[in-house]
């Protein structure tokens, strides 16, 4: 019995640093489908499009499996609502038996222009709802983030109604591309570390 729980507190290396697991953050319904605070999804989707694989459905959300390369890449899309997000996350996490530094958060962010992308390591909410409940179920700040800029183009009082707003034709027509950079930079800091990735991601939107 003490073997076992040792064997789950301690993750094999040889095994975690081959998986990782990426959430995309957003609300489930087809109300919600194509607005801002729904990127997170898009994303995934478009990665799981990309690599001919399909979603399924399970505890706490959609799941779908990518291998790249030797690499195990979890792709998961909360069914909990934006605002409990965490407990798919930390559900994932445990039954995956995943250090938090092999969890990555994909969200939206008003702070941000559109398309501009911010990759951390770590850090606070921000004021965002799924990753204050995130941070709330694992105790901890301690987990990668990437916010992707929905821009702010909206009067005193009406945040809500903008983030649960479609993207206009102009900004949905982007997507596709951005999609793709950030499936760029996530598959980096699956292979060579958040380091490279936020190089690559960070550094990229600035120059631009």
Known sequence: MLLRLLRRSKPDPAVTDKCFLVVGLGNIGAEYAASRHNIGFMI?????????????????????????????????????????????????????????????????????????????????????????????????QDWARLRVGIGHDFAQGQQIDYVLGNFPEEEQSL?????????SGVRTWCFVGIDKAMNQLNTKQKSE
């Not at 997507?175 to 499936?183: D, F, L, M, R, Y």
Request: aromatic residues 6%.
């Open 44 to 140: 995934l989707d478009a990665w799981a499009q990309a690599s001919n694989v399909v979603f399924e459905p399970g505890r706490y959300g959609d799941q779908a499996v990518v291998h790249d390369k030797g690499r195990e890449i979890h792709l998961l899309k909360p069914s909990t609502y934006m605002n409990l997000s965490g407990n798919a996350v930390r559900y994932w996490l445990q039954k995956l038996d995943l250090p938090k530094d092999r969890l990555l958060v994909i969200c939206d962010d008003i702070n941000l222009p559109f398309g501009s992308l911010r990759l951390r390591r770590s850090g606070s909410d921000g004021g965002h709802n799924g990753l204050s409940n995130i941070q709330e179920m694992l105790e901890s």
């Open 175 to 183: 997507i596709p591309e951005i999609a793709k950079t950030i499936i």
